[in-house]
């Protein structure tokens, strides 16, 4: 160890500041409080503060906010709208069609529209009221492991203050080792550290792959006069066009306070075609009728884009080892069919904090004690939802108009279908090979007022990163970017990346050369999922850079 590396000791450690560790946070201090017992509990979050990497759609189904704490209107949940009313479009490029019957699973009544980040933010407050040690700016890089064991420690976070050679800058702080009885890891889509335990601890095996949508979304104020401010209407859902049957995905506006909507649009990352570009789906769909007419005269106040877990009950991977627990969108708890992960994430958060605090009474931390957490999940109302869509995903991955045969036999049949398990594909083996050179396509106009481009849009999300601190985006192989994937897929990474984070520079002997902008990095990590030769591996950067969302 580095001799200058300082150590903290905590009982709990919850890495990741999104609401599925506040939630557990803030119940385990809650009910350590009502039992007596004192307990050291600390919570990092790579964001430079607590919500400004947070970014969801999003309606909120109050339901384990409402078990956490009964009088949360009271204590002030920053709510956007408290009612939703839905409505559900099937698009064409020229027409909307309002569905007839919106399914139960799409029924938000009941549910409220918030700002994720805003919601984080009182979470957060609410946490360190309650004694937890809230550090932001603080990323977990490795997780610690007791020697010769398998049993998990604690979490390392990154050194501060290394140039891009690697060397000290005279800034430099090395990280922290928190060292903690249990450590629950909450990191979100595709966790880091996630994705390390999976490897030493194989908790992902026997799993479906894990599979992801990436999202694209914005804040956008509309005048005052707008008609859609007197509406009652607060929820817009929408699938069809850009993206036509086969693909998977679709589009929100939200209604939010002061003018403001949220429009956000979803791709599932299974899609085929090495061309297709996430962001201009974005653009073509903030451009339909349905979406133009409400938006129109607006101008975007923030923009983000993030990946959801997206593959349910079937690859939920291993919930409990030695001396630590997973929850929520980094243990595969968000219902797809109801796009909704906040309640559940939750909810898992707090069935881990149940399981901690016996834990801690036993003090016994082993994987036999900890296993008390899956088998609450599984009793949980988490599991009932999550059972309940278990094949959904996989259905509207299908073809034409097999889809809906499918999902109607779903619906009918409690979510089993034809076919249970119905198998899932992982996201990077998807792309189709393309047999000739494409013709070239046209984006979207923007005006980089209310249609932006992707750096008006990094711009508008308020990312940022030290420039002088190793590529957090490793790459083993960059001329398999330039020569293989270039001459197969056109290097989709330039046009899956919403944050341009990927360029490819030609010389003018034709040479071609991958060019970085990792300071552009949403941290969305739609990258590492889609790459087709998992030749891109995400890390955390320097803890505090990226995103400052507020508002999203
Ligand atoms: C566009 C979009 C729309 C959505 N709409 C809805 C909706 O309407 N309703 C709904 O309920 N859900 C919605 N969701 C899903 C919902 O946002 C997630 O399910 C939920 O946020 C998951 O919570 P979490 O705490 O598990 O993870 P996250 O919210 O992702 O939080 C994880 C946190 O951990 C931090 N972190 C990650 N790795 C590390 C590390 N190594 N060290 C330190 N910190 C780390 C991250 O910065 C992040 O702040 C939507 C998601 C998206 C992207």
Redesign the pocket.
């Known amino acids: 160890m580095d001799e200058t590396r300082e150590s903290l000791e905590f009982d709990v450690l919850f890495?990741?500041?999104?609401?599925?560790?506040?939630a557990g946070a803030i119940h385990l201090m809650n009910m350590a409080q009502k039992a007596g017992r004192e307990i050291e509990v600390c919570l990092?979050?790579?964001?430079e503060s607590?919500?400004?990497?947070?970014?969801?759609?999003?309606?909120?189904?109050p339901v384990a906010l409402q078990e956490l704490m009964p009088d949360y209107l009271e204590k002030g949940c920053p709510i956007e709208q408290p009612k939703c009313s839905d409505e559900f479009y099937y698009l064409t490029s020229t027409g909307k069609f309002r569905l007839p019957y919106t399914p139960a699973y799409m029924h938000n009544s009941g549910c409220h529209i918030i700002s994720?980040s805003k919601y984080?933010v009182w979470l957060g407050e609410m946490a360190e009221e309650l004694g937890v040690n809230v550090f932001p700016g603080?990323?977990?890089?490795e997780v610690l492991y007791e020697p010769d064991s398998n049993r998990v420690i604690g979490?390392r976070?990154g050194d501060k203050g290394i140039d891009k050679d690697g060397n000290k800058r005279p800034n430099f702080e090395p990280g922290v080792d928190l060292m903690a009885k249990i450590t629950v890891f909450?990191?979100?889509?595709q966790?880091?550290?996630l994705r390390e335990i999976g490897k030493k601890l194989g908790i992902f095996e026997d799993k479906m792959p894990q599979v992801f949508?990436?999202?694209?979304?914005e804040v956008i104020e509309i005048p005052e006069s707008s008609p859609f401010n007197a509406s009652a209407t607060t929820v817009v859902h929408s699938f069809g066009y850009p993206l036509g049957f086969d693909t998977k995905g679709g589009g929100?506006l939200?209604k939010m306070k002061n003018n403001r909507v949220s429009v956000?649009f979803?791709v599932g990352l299974e899609y085929e075609d090495p061309l297709f570009e996430p962001y201009q789906a974005f653009l073509s769909f903030k451009k339909h009728l349905l979406i133009a007419d409400i938006i129109q005269g607006g101008k975007v106040l923030q923009q983000g884009?993030?990946?959801?877990?997206a593959g349910g009950l079937y690859t939920m991977p291993q919930l409990a080892v030695d001396g630590a627990l997973f929850?929520?969108?980094?243990?595969s708890?968000?219902?797809v069919q109801?796009?909704?992960?906040?309640?559940?994430?939750?909810k898992?958060?707090m069935l881990a904090a149940e399981t901690v605090l016996t834990a801690i009474e036993k003090d016994d931390f082993s994987a036999g004690t900890l296993k008390a957490y899956p088998q609450k999940i599984e009793n949980s109302w988490i599991h009932a939802e999550l059972k309940a869509a278990r094949n959904f995903g996989q259905a509207l991955s299908q073809k034409g108009f097999s889809k809906f045969i499918t999902l109607g036999a779903q619906y009918l049949s409690g979510g089993r279908g034809f076919t249970d398990p119905l198998p899932i594909v992982d996201d990077g083996s998807t792309l189709h090979k393309l047999t000739a050179p494409p013709a070239e396509i046209k984006g979207e106009d923007v005006d980089n007022t209310l249609y932006l481009d992707k750096l008006t849009g990094v711009y508008l999300s308020g990312t940022k990163h030290e420039e002088d601190q190793p590529c957090h985006l490793v790459i083993p192989d960059r001329n398999l970017c330039v020569n293989e994937c270039y001459e197969t897929y056109r290097m989709p990474c330039t046009r899956f990346c919403p944050g341009q984070v990927y360029e490819m520079e030609q010389d003018p002997d034709g040479a071609r050369r991958l060019k970085l902008n990792p300071s552009n990095c949403l941290?969305c990590k739609t990258c590492e999922i889609k790459d087709p030769y998992k030749n891109i591996l995400w890390t955390?950067p320097e803890?505090g850079g990226?995103p400052k969302y507020s508002i999203v």
């Open positions: 890495v990741g500041g999104g609401p599925a560790n506040l990092i979050e790579k964001a607590i919500g400004s990497h947070s970014l969801s759609g999003a309606i909120l189904d994720l984080c603080f990323a977990g890089t979490v976070t909450g990191e979100g889509p966790g880091s550290l949508e990436t999202a694209i979304k929100f939200y956000g979803v884009a993030k990946t959801l877990a929850v929520g969108d980094s243990a708890m968000l219902n109801r796009l909704k992960g906040i309640h559940t994430g939750m898992s958060g941290h955390c803890g990226g």
